[in-house]
């Protein structure tokens, strides 16, 4: 903690998906290790997750779907780092991978994008929302119980041109990808944890290497922000307690108060329609890693006892 040496200069290849948005996020961090001395390189690669675009990605598995070719990678030493969405990451990494680094968080929340009207209210009766998230589907069904939701997959870029073909009166989709993309003139109305509680890890972006690699992490840790480490972890806790993924209609998002503790909130729901939200929430004091986890499982077990059920 002391030393303020620079991590000794390293040659090393980031493994990233091809989306504009993952290109865009590995891009970010070739330009922070390269800033620091490192020598950058970047492989793309193709998951799964990116060529299934006709099911909902609950349907196939969700699990893992955008990360484990890039793992492969990892593996085979083919690639040093692999920069992913925290979102898209599952709760338990395999056996040989860590997190090396969870960086400062973009906007969490959700926005609501439309080339018609200001906001989910203007929608009129009976309008269609397009979404695939499980989560979006059951909190926008708590606020708008009239309106149909339909489904909606692929990158950044093919929601916004599904949308602009009329298809759907307005999308909902993270304000993270938008700003990072430069679409930011796209949001018309952002959604308020209140409105629309985000998904863990949204707006993070976590590094993930070979557990053995303490060069790399070390090269890493300068990326790295404390305050978003713990909040995503507390919010990660909550999932992997309820046996998550991004398949499960569950919501966690964490908030710091003027008090110096976290607040933690998590809302869980069925697609059934008229099934209620079930919410839970808790506050602690959270300096380390194993605080925000036991907050996490704290804020689970509350929730599960008003009703939600976790997927074992
Ligand atoms: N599931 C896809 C995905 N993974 C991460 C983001 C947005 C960026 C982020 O949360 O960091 C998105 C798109 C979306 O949900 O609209």
């Not at 799964?48 to 793992?71: P, Y």
């Not at 990678?73 to 709760?91: F, Q, Y």
């Not at 922000?225 to 998002?253: D, N």
Request: charged share 20%; proline share 4%; hydrophobic share 45%.
């Amino acid at each position: 903690m002391t030393s303020d040496a620079a991590a000794k200069p390293l040659s090393l290849t980031i493994a990233t998906r091809e989306s504009q948005l993952a290109l865009w996020q590995a891009e970010h961090v070739q330009a922070l290790l390269a800033a620091r001395g490192h020598g950058v390189q970047l492989l793309g690669m193709t998951t799964r997750g990116d060529q299934i675009l006709d099911r909902s990605l609950s349907k196939v598995g969700g699990k893992g779907l955008f990360v484990k070719e890039l793992e492969v990678a990892l593996e085979e030493g083919r690639a040093d780092i692999a920069v992913h969405s925290l979102k898209d990451v599952p709760m338990e990494l395999p056996e040989g991978f860590a997190l090396g680094c969870v960086m400062e968080r973009e906007d969490p929340r959700d926005a609501f994008v439309s080339p018609r009207w200001a906001s989910l209210e203007d929608v009129p009766q009976g309008g269609v929302i397009g979404t695939s998230s499980l989560r979006r589907q059951v909190l926008l069904a708590a606020l708008r119980p009239d309106l149909r939701i339909e489904p909606l997959r692929g990158n950044v870029n093919t929601r916004l041109r599904k949308l602009d073909e009329g298809q759907y009166d307005a999308i909902v989709l993270a304000a993270a990808g938008l700003k990072r993309l430069g679409l930011h003139e796209r949001i018309r109305a952002i959604f308020t944890p209140e409105q629309m509680l985000p998904a863990a890890g949204q707006g993070a972006l976590g590094i993930e290497v070979r557990a053995g690699r303490a060069d790399l992490i070390e090269a890493l840790a300068p990326l790295a922000h404390q305050r978003t480490w713990l909040t995503v972890t507390a919010e990660r806790a909550v999932s992997r307690a309820m046996g998550g993924s991004c398949s499960m209609p569950l919501a966690a998002h964490g908030q710091w108060q003027a008090d110096g503790t976290l607040h933690l909130r998590a809302a869980w729901g069925e697609l059934q329609a008229g099934a209620p939200l079930v919410n839970a929430e808790g506050s602690a004091q959270v300096a380390t890693l194993a605080e925000a986890d036991a907050l996490g499982l704290a804020v689970a077990q509350r929730l599960q006892s008003a009703g939600a059920r976790g997927a074992h």
